[in-house]
């Protein structure tokens, strides 16, 4: 086409007749360089996604831990300064329930940073976790369904992908959906794993969101597009005003007899599901 192109070389000798003459061997790696952009980009914006959530875990212990931390040593200095028992006791309660609050606060941040209910038992429990706790914190009716899943356990990277793409999708539906109802499901096929996370919520338009935020940065879409893509996987989202918005997260993973059929045939995972709100 007339157009540049990289290119590999390699010079080698080649016995010819009495003499030897050099013969030059190109290959195209165009294809190659272009995935290792593509890799480049995308460690780039790992390394930015690390970097905002250390930010916002400072922020955490900042806003969270640290001000109650404050508030137990006045309210210890307080105490030793109490006039009678029964103030020190009133001390003594409050600072016990400013420390409970703390350890709500540390157990919060370390179910964010990694749930070890999914090291212990595994994505479903994980989910299921999600789920209620989403449930308990918003007001809102969550239908949760593991369908062909069983006990079997996920790559640990499948897992760990698959947790944090349905966690973003359940932010977003706490943060701009206005759900009464929620469901999520995964379930299983021979190829692959899939992932819903579906509201009846205010949706968006998508077209617009991605136009204004760059991809829809500010629902973090791209973000778990970037997820799913490192894992050879995709993201399916269905949404327009007034009409809901469908997560789909599909990942495959190596056959070991979890399920039969392909990624399509996993229970919640067709097209004909997407018109269908929560229960």
Not at 79 to 99: S, T
Not at 247 to 255: G, H, N, T
Request: hydrophobic share 40%.
């Amino acid at each position: 086409d007339g157009g540049a192109r990289p290119v590999e070389m390699a010079i080698a000798p080649v016995p010819w007749g009495a003499g030897v003459i050099f013969g030059a061997f190109l290959r195209d790696i165009s294809e190659r360089r272009r995935s290792d952009e593509v890799r480049a980009r995308l460690l780039e914006k790992v390394l930015t996604a690390q970097e905002e959530e250390r930010c916002r875990i400072a922020r955490d212990l900042h806003d969270g831990i640290g001000q109650s931390l404050t508030t137990l040593l006045v309210g210890l200095s307080a105490m030793g300064q109490a006039p009678d028992l029964d103030a020190a006791r009133g001390w003594a309660e409050e600072l016990g329930r400013v420390a409970s609050g703390a350890m709500d606060d540390v157990r919060r941040i370390s179910r964010g940073l990694r749930p070890s209910v999914l090291d212990d038992l595994g994505l479903v429990a994980a989910l299921e976790r999600c789920a209620r706790d989403f449930e308990r914190a918003h007001r809102v009716a969550v239908e949760f369904r593991a369908g062909g899943a069983g006990s079997c356990r996920l790559p640990r990277a499948v897992e760990t992908t698959l947790y944090r793409i349905v966690q973003e999708a359940m932010t977003n539906v706490g943060k701009h959906a206005r759900a009464g109802a929620v469901r999520v499901e995964v379930a299983w096929a021979a190829a692959c794993v899939v992932a819903t996370v579906e509201d009846d919520g205010v949706g968006f338009d998508r077209e617009a969101v991605s136009g204004a935020g760059g991809s829809g940065s500010g629902l973090g879409l791209s973000g778990m597009e970037e997820r799913a893509g490192l894992l050879g996987g995709s993201i399916a989202i269905e949404s327009r005003p007034g009409g809901g918005t469908v997560v789909r997260a599909r990942i495959p993973f190596e056959d070991r007899g979890h399920g039969e059929g392909d990624c399509d045939s996993a229970r919640g995972a067709g097209p004909e599901d997407a018109g269908r709100g929560p229960a």
